[in-house]
């Protein structure tokens, strides 16, 4: 059973700190790894995607993975209200390219004004 | 920016009808997928579709769906029969190809409600 987990929050933080979100997952041939973003009633939007160990920064954005530990993170700098969503942590499992992503429950983000 | 598309945004339906979802993806896109997610819930495959043919289903897709790509553009989603647990956000998606060992990023589109009564 393909497992993503996440804390569902809500994590609060105030406006311009770090929000640091977490998702762990079960399969260690996972390859693949995505930050989503989900306003309320609204579709995923995509944030960020990461496939090697290490940091990618894309502007207020970092992803972190840690592939040894099943691990991967993003951070949030500058935070604001705006950002308050649920952020959904997705992961492909190695395989054909079909392979279907699993979504964690997502994490709800609260960003204090 | 190219976007997937999804009609109707509302689906009111009885017990015991049919429905027909239907997507357009990204025009180049080679791969699709029909996700759902029950309110509250986290965001639930279902089906993936590659070269006109399902290419994997969950457990959740059993004999009441069934999708279908009848022309070059259109994707659809049919749930026969509805259930009232079947109310839920389903959502369509599609990506580009990836290569071997990656996946490209999935692109939702905005959703359809569907609500069985």
């Known amino acids: 059973q393909k497992e993503v987990e996440q804390n569902s929050g809500p994590l609060s933080v105030p406006e311009g700190a770090i929000a640091s979100l977490n998702c762990t997952y079960s399969d260690r041939g996972s390859q693949s790894f995505f930050w989503y973003r989900q306003y309320s009633g609204k579709s995923p939007e995509l944030i960020m995607s990461i496939y090697s160990n290490g940091d990618k920064e894309d502007g207020r954005f970092t992803a972190q993975l840690n592939k040894a530990s099943q691990y991967v993170s993003l951070l949030i700098r500058d935070s604001q209200p705006s950002d308050s969503a649920t952020y959904l942590c997705?992961?492909?499992?190695?395989?054909?390219?079909?392979?279907?992503?699993?979504f964690g429950k997502g994490t709800r983000l609260s960003v204090i004004a | 920016e190219p976007e997937v598309t999804q009609t109707p945004s509302h689906q009111v339906t009885q017990m015991g009808q049919e429905v027909i979802l239907r997507c357009v993806p990204i025009?180049?896109?080679?791969?699709f997928y029909w996700y759902r997610q029950i309110l509250g819930q986290k965001v639930e495959f279902l089906v993936s579709?590659?070269?006109?043919?399902?290419?994997?289903k969950s457990e959740i897709f059993d004999d009441q769906f069934s999708v279908e790509r009848p022309d070059g553009s259109n994707f659809t989603l049919k749930i026969r029969s509805t259930k009232l647990e079947d109310s839920a956000m389903y959502f369509c998606?599609?990506?580009?190809?990836?290569?071997?060992?990656?996946?490209?990023?999935?692109?939702f589109g905005n959703g359809t409600r569907l609500t069985v009564t």
């Open positions: 025009s180049n896109h080679l791969y």
């Open positions: 998606a599609s990506r580009a190809g990836g290569g071997l060992r990656t996946h490209s990023p999935l692109h």
């Open positions: 997705a992961v492909n499992v190695y395989g054909s390219g079909n392979t279907p992503l699993v």
């Open positions: 579709f590659y070269n006109n043919e399902i290419s994997e």
